[in-house]
């Protein structure tokens, strides 16, 4: 039986719920951040009911249509999942104390994965020169070498910027920089960060007039971040909202993975899993390179290795060569103003060497092309919802280069119907005596 209070129609409003029951229970020693996230989430979900939102508010329905409404005002899948996981706090609580009847049963927006972006060191490098240039003081610091030694803390430490505008003096100590448990995210584990002589430097040069905190700001942090945005500006770099603080956080993993060392540890977190969503893969040294050439490896196709049974059979490397001498001889034609020699050496390129399935690759864009990564988007390959990035040797991108003219969206264009697609590949394997002729085909050729 449901308990009873004040309210619409006698029944408690969330907002009671959360400040007589969920607070106490699960809140204490939270931040008045998490306190005012709550609270704003509860206020969104009235504003979609148009009136103060109850428990009895709280089915499957009602909480559904508040997440389809949010993402028809434009809200990112990410802060719509935000906003579902606190009301299911709130209602799973509930439940479970007896004031809902039903526990619930809403499933999450689907979050396309988003590939993390982290500076280069060229874009690292105009940045720190960038900082350099800020006019006026900030409580007697000059403002050029406050950036600097912030970025510098950044860099080094891949702290997050809360914890770092909290640090005090007394955290240095030595050549280690300790970040309290009360000041990071979560509030329960520390961080102990090795700084190199050159960070101890930079926060040297600002030790002077003397004072307690380190990074003292004396706005708003509104305008914290509109003066990082001048920063960027000068140093010509991106301006987003994913190109702020987090992406100093973001190049510190990234390089730091690149060089072999562990971002995990680094930055704090549990599982590899989540760190893994801070990695530019673009940065990171590619393994395509252990491939030998596409259809160029004829050398060791004399290594005598037996094939498992029960096991689909792969082209061998003696194969691969003459399907690659066999797409030189189609038949000229022109795929949208292209080649078709150059058009099927392309194409066998990227599936050789990203192993893509061919309906993404049709699907493919020059802009998802980014130095030697490829970059297939969820919405090319059926059934993903996560983006997949592929390292590719030059070879293959010498191939795309064969094939740019005439300038044009999409890298393979097929004006014929996707049967003609195949057929045509059937032509290309005959031509190179790798599909055997119907009904003798009793043993693979060799």
């Known amino acids: 039986m449901r308990k009873k209070s004040k309210g619409d129609n006698g029944r408690m409003t969330l907002t009671e719920f959360f400040d007589e029951i969920y607070s106490p229970l699960r809140l204490v020693g939270r931040s008045r951040k998490t306190d005012k996230s709550y609270r704003r989430s509860i206020e969104m979900f009235g504003e979609t009911l148009g009136k103060p939102p109850t428990l009895d508010d709280l089915t499957d329905i009602v909480v ?174 991106s301006t987003d909202s994913r190109s702020k603080f987090h992406r100093m956080r973001r190049s510190h993993a990234t390089h730091l993975k690149a060089l072999g060392g562990d971002p995990t540890q680094s930055l704090g977190h549990a599982d590899a899993k989540t760190t893994n969503a801070y990695l530019d893969v673009r940065m990171i040294p590619s393994k395509a390179d252990l491939l030998p050439q596409f259809g160029n490896g004829a050398d ?68 998802d092309i980014q130095s030697d990564r490829i970059i297939f988007l969820p919405d090319a390959r059926k059934g993903e919802t996560d983006a997949k990035v592929c390292f590719v040797p030059p070879h293959v991108l010498e191939a795309i280069d064969m094939i740019r003219e005439p300038a044009r969206e999409r890298v393979f264009i097929w004006p014929y119907l996707m049967s003609y697609l195949y057929n045509t590949y059937s032509k290309i394997l005959r031509r190179a005596e790798l599909l055997p002729q119907f009904g003798n085909n009793v043993a693979p050729p060799k």
């Open 64 to 237: 559904c249509k508040h997440l389809a409404k949010l993402l028809a005002r434009g809200l990112r899948p990410p802060t719509i999942n935000k906003e579902r996981s606190q009301l299911l706090a709130l209602w799973n609580l509930g439940a479970r104390k007896k004031y809902v009847d039903e526990f619930p049963e809403v499933r999450p927006i689907l979050e396309p994965e988003v590939v993390p972006c982290a500076w280069t060191f060229e874009e690292l490098q105009r940045l720190r020169i960038s900082c350099g240039y800020m006019p006026r003081e900030y409580s007697g610091v000059p403002a050029g070498l406050w950036w600097l030694a912030l970025h510098c803390v950044l860099w080094c430490c891949g702290e997050r910027i809360g914890p770092i505008l909290k640090m005090n003096f007394s955290a240095i100590q030595g050549d280690k920089i300790i970040f309290p448990a009360g000041d990071r995210k979560g509030g329960v584990k520390a961080n102990v960060c090795s700084a190199p002589q050159y960070c101890l430097d930079a926060l040297e040069a600002i030790r002077n007039p003397k004072r307690d905190k380190v990074f003292v700001w004396p706005y708003s942090e509104n305008y914290l971040y509109h003066v990082y945005k001048k920063i960027l500006t000068r140093a010509e770099l």
């Open 300 to 367: 060791k196709a004399s290594r005598s290795i037996p094939e498992p049974k029960h096991i689909p059979a792969a082209w061998s490397a003696l194969e691969l060569w003459r399907l690659r001498i066999s797409c030189n001889y189609v038949p000229p034609a022109d795929y949208g103003g292209v080649p078709s020699n150059r058009w099927w050496l392309a194409f066998q390129c990227i599936i050789w060497s990203t192993c893509a399935p061919i309906c993404a690759v049709m699907k493919l864009k020059f802009s």
